[in-house]
């Protein structure tokens, strides 16, 4: 066994153990709302696999999660700390359904134009940020922040004013087109093949850090000054970083659009932009870390949500769940940095 | 547009902006203490939604406005105490701790409403603090209106103004804070213990914070929800950036930022024809531009967000 794979073994067994301790951290406030933690976790799991239905929903929601966390994977390792994925994402769902809507072309047109103006939308959107940044220096979490917030007061303004669906009184656009929709896979599971998609993308980010715009990013996470010593245009990666980063949110938006809701509403995000960071971080921001912690997310969201029509336990275990996750991942990062540190003074010593 | 634009209209408006600026100022008077210190917390927000909701139940359970305020101060320690932890212990990215803290925050608070209120049809309530008429200067037309007719916490926020400076400039915890802030190294050589000075300055931080947070709840919106703090940490700390590290600076930027939240209100209250929606991006873009401005000319401490060890150098 190499070095390289004794590492990712150690990682992979930490990333467990975090899970793990926040799991039963988890079940110890179950047992403080009076429920039994046992329970709890079992209506979770049969609320996530009990029937291919429900198989399907793991797949329908990991779709947007794995995708965001790509794109936000992307960024941080460049050490730009993208947590606009939520806005982004708002910001294509709305790109996609405006063209949708309102852009009389012939379909199959009107689709690649959808596509291309979802993914132009969030790109750009991270791309303000990044452009704030270099021009400006202006803090990106604080600015793609702040960008959440306007895109979804931006969304609720449309889906209460001029895009607001006339026949209801509910906070959603009327219906695209039902010639746009994506087909479905399995009878009338909501499975699309935006899955295909997902794949896809999938398979391209495995080898995305071998290209070489990948490798750029990459140094530039290592700091300004090696990556100006290497020859690379440090503002110009930083705008690509947060446009590649963007256009994910971007992607996953336009799928969501097109295969889930089928309009926008408000609240389409539904966290999506947290659960993002959580499983890029989880996943130690490596591609295979990062599939292995967005399937672990989609079994704890799907079965979270029947967990609380079953039991008598309310959500926000789930969400407790994945701030215990995030911060004992935060910890553990740094137990593996510092290890090797110490012992390397050691030696010199 | 021009009927409204009257004396009463300005009046409430700037009275609008002092309440409004407090909720903005405390956090952010903490986070100069932090900030000078070497340390970017971003984990206000959270901190701030721990003392919304912690401050909240306490009154709510004794009766006791101030007893509520203390319980909201607490919580905001305690849960910044994870922060330090975090950043100087462990010696994390204090962007990423940051991020982590207000996800779990966010968790955590909602569980905590639901565990001590349980689900219902109306959300539970609180009767606030009285304003408190200052004698003789609360009677000056328009003038007393706007600054001296507010509850009591909003004094007490702005009294920490000068207080916050005075610790700074003329003391010697203030002098370490700035010594560990921008030369680490130079400070322990003089045996300054810099994880204590740190940690201490991340705890009072998470104080304001706390305070903060508590104020939303037991003396402004009187309830709790999930979004109660609505980003208010992350302008707390982009109004620090564009002070430039300064008290007096910050309660400036902190009641720009009131105005622009008074005015979305104003504005709103009198059926102006923007749609509120639009009208409630006012602060965030706002922080946008202050960041703007500012993240260029700000002179920040020189240990920013770096992390401390003997070991290294």
């Known amino acids: ?349 | 547009m021009g009927s409204i634009l009257n004396i009463t209209f300005f009046v409430s408006l700037f009275a609008g902006m002092i309440r409004l600026a407090t909720p903005i100022l405390l956090p952010a008077l903490g986070q100069i203490y932090t900030q000078r210190a070497g340390i970017l917390n971003l984990g206000v927000e959270g901190t701030m939604l721990m003392g919304a909701i912690c401050g909240f139940i306490g009154a709510c359970v004794t009766q006791n406005l101030w007893f509520g305020f203390l319980c909201g101060i607490l919580a905001g320690m305690i849960y910044s105490l994870i922060m330090a932890w975090l950043s100087i212990t462990m010696r994390a990215n204090q962007v990423i701790a940051g991020i982590g803290m207000n996800i779990l925050a966010s968790g955590l608070a909602s569980f905590i409403y639901r565990l001590v209120f349980g689900i219902r049809a109306l959300p539970a309530k609180i009767t606030s603090f009285q304003s408190l008429k200052i004698p003789v200067l609360g009677d000056i037309p328009y003038i007393g209106t706007i600054f001296f007719q507010h509850n009591i916490l909003v004094y007490l926020t702005f009294i920490l103004v000068p207080i916050t400076w005075f610790i700074l400039e003329r003391t010697t915890y203030g002098l370490k804070i700035k010594a560990v802030g921008e030369n680490p190294r130079a400070a322990d050589s003089k045996g300054i213990d810099v994880a204590r000075i740190r940690y201490s300055a991340v705890l009072v931080g998470g104080a304001y914070a706390g305070a903060g947070g508590a104020f939303m709840t037991i003396a402004y919106l009187n309830t709790f929800t999930e979004k109660v703090i609505g980003g208010f940490g992350y302008i707390a700390v982009s109004v620090v950036i564009f002070a430039s590290f300064q008290p007096v600076r910050a309660m400036f930027g902190a009641m720009l930022f009131g105005l622009a939240s008074a005015l979305q209100l104003r504005l709103q209250a009198h059926g102006v024809g923007i749609p509120s929606q639009l009208l409630l991006m006012l602060p965030y873009l706002m922080t946008i531009i202050a960041l703007v401005i500012a993240s260029g000319k700000a002179v920040f401490p020189s240990a920013y967000t770096i992390p401390y060890s003997r070991m290294e150098r």
């Open chain 1, 1 to 349: 066994m190499n070095e390289k794979t004794r590492k990712t073994a150690i990682n992979a067994f930490g990333t467990i153990c975090m899970i793990l301790i926040a799991l039963i951290l988890g079940g110890i406030l179950v047992y403080l709302t009076g429920n039994s933690p046992f329970e709890a976790y079992g209506a979770m799991l049969r609320g996530a696999f009990s029937s291919p239905q429900r198989i399907s929903e793991l797949f329908v929601k990991l779709i947007p999660i794995l995708l965001m966390a790509f794109g936000v994977s992307i960024a941080y390792k460049a050490q730009l700390w993208n947590i606009g994925a939520e806005g982004q994402f708002i910001m294509s769902s709305i790109a996609a359904t405006a063209v949708a809507l309102y852009i009389n072309i012939p379909i199959p047109v009107r689709f690649i134009l959808s596509f291309i103006a979802s993914l132009a939308a969030g790109a750009l959107y991270a791309g303000l940020a990044g452009y704030l940044r270099n021009r400006f220096g202006a803090n990106e979490v604080i600015t793609t922040m702040m960008l959440n917030s306007i895109a979804s007061y931006f969304l609720m303004y449309l889906v209460n004013g001029p895009m607001q669906d006339p026949t209801t009184d509910l906070s959603q656009s009327p219906l695209v087109p039902e010639s746009m929709f994506f087909a479905r896979l399995i009878g009338n599971y909501r499975l699309h093949i935006g899955i295909f998609i997902l794949l896809a993308v999938t398979i391209m980010m495995c080898f995305f850090w071998k290209s070489s715009v990948g490798y750029r990013i990459n140094l530039i996470g290592q700091g300004e000054m090696v990556a100006t010593y290497a020859g690379i245009n440090v503002k110009q990666t930083v705008m690509t970083t947060m446009m590649i980063s963007g256009a994910f949110a971007g992607l996953a938006g336009w799928i969501e659009t097109f295969g889930i809701q089928h309009r926008i509403l408000d609240g389409i995000a539904a966290d999506y932009g947290n659960i993002s960071t959580i499983i890029a971080l989880l996943g130690s921001l490596n591609v295979y870390g990062i599939i292995a912690s967005a399937c672990f997310f989609s079994v704890l969201l799907c079965g979270g949500a029947s967990m609380q029509r079953m039991t008598e336990v309310p959500y926000s275990v789930v969400n407790v769940i994945q701030g215990l996750i995030i911060i004992l991942v935060i910890a553990r990062n740094m137990f593996a940095d510092r290890l090797p540190q110490v012992s390397h003074k050691e030696k010199k010593g």
